[in-house]
């Protein structure tokens, strides 16, 4: 089992940046595929990226796909998410998760989420 913690979110202007943190516990963080999803008021939640254990693999929704980049450093136990050219419409609370099957698979772990508000 993993526990995970988000830091890193707050309220920022259209075209800004921020990079949130996931810091995970356990010693078999290199062992899960790392996701990030966010979940936007009234709406369903949905991936955003996601890495593989080895960091050989990654995806990204379409919405964000070269304005974010996923990376993790399994020395620190932390996966990144660094967001680039915020839009309000990528406002919500984004959650880190970890499974271990397939980036495409099941996350059955999740942290408590961190708040991102982008103004117009």
């Known amino acids: 089992q993993v526990h995970l913690v988000e830091s890193g979110g707050g309220l920022v202007q259209a075209g800004a940046s921020l990079r949130l943190s996931c810091a995970a516990s356990?010693?078999?963080?290199?062992?899960?595929?790392m996701g990030w999803f966010r979940q936007a008021p009234g709406k369903e939640r949905e991936i955003v990226a996601a890495?593989?254990?080895?960091?050989?693999?990654?995806r990204y929704s379409d919405s964000v796909k070269g304005r974010f980049t996923i990376s993790r450093d399994n020395a620190k136990n932390s996966v990144y998410l660094q967001m680039n050219s915020l839009k309000p419409d990528d406002t919500a609370v984004y959650y880190c998760a970890a499974g271990m099957t397939t980036i495409y698979g099941d996350y059955p772990y999740w942290g408590q989420g961190t708040q991102v508000t982008v103004s117009s």
């Open positions: 890495i593989s254990w080895s960091s050989g693999s990654t």
């Open positions: 356990g010693r078999s963080f290199s062992r899960y595929n």
